[in-house]
């Protein structure tokens, strides 16, 4: 692996399972004796903490543009902050969401999503490898118990689920999240040592 670190990000609906993934995969490359760093999207920092309450609210009433610019500015944030200097150190760096999400997710509030990536592509590190856990929509919000966010909705994740099977790249992969927990971490996994093998 090159100096210049390594970013894997997990994407997918709600209740695809992408955090638990996350953590597989960051555990597993750790016994493997790489330095990871995992982290996530809404991120922690102040922008991503004050959409992670406003997506646990009970109404959507941000515009789409204006959500859009709330998860840049987080990114942007996330970027600076933790992505690149996780990465000028060396590290894998394993992101839970990352741009995509803001592709499919305000995409699916009628954004233009190719305009939305050329517009993250400006700042923010396009991922070496990225995995989107396919599941259906249906599936998906019956395994999540309850509502906790204002996106949790079938049609709405439909459209989300639409986007997302749009993305093309030699970087991206799809896995399929009906799967058991440690028959999607075996094919991550596989993957992920393949191309750290080939850097
Ligand atoms: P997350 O906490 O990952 O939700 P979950 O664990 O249920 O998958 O993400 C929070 C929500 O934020 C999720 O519904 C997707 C949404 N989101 C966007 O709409 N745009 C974005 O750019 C990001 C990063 C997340």
């Known amino acids: 692996m090159s100096a210049a670190g390594w970013l894997v990000a997990l994407e997918g609906v709600d209740g695809s399972g992408k955090s638990t993934q996350a953590h597989l995969l960051a555990k597993a490359l750790e016994e493997r004796g790489f330095q990871v760093a995992l982290t996530q ?30 998860f840049v500015a ?3 944030e996330h970027v600076d902050r933790m992505i690149k ?10 992101t839970d969401r990352y741009y995509y999400s803001s592709v499919a997710y305000q995409g699916a509030l009628g954004l233009d999503p190719a305009r939305i990536l050329a517009l993250n592509e400006t700042f923010a590190p396009r991922p070496d490898l990225v995995f989107i856990l396919t599941l259906p929509p249906a599936l998906a919000v019956a395994r999540l118990a ?7 909705n079938r049609d709405y994740l439909e459209r989300v689920a639409a986007i997302y099977a749009s993305l093309r790249g030699p970087h991206i992969h799809r896995v399929d999240a009906a799967a058991a927990a440690e028959t999607i971490h075996a094919q991550i996994l596989e993957i992920t040592l393949t191309a750290l093998e080939q850097a």
């Open 74 to 76: 987080d990114r942007r």
């Open 85 to 94: 200097p996780a990465l000028a150190a060396g590290r894998v760096v394993i």
């Open 146 to 152: 309850r509502q906790r966010q204002v996106t949790e």
């Open 41 to 70: 999207e809404p991120s922690s920092g102040p922008a991503g903490q004050r959409l992670r309450r406003y997506l646990a609210g009970s109404t959507r009433h941000l515009s789409p543009a204006v959500e859009l610019a709330l």
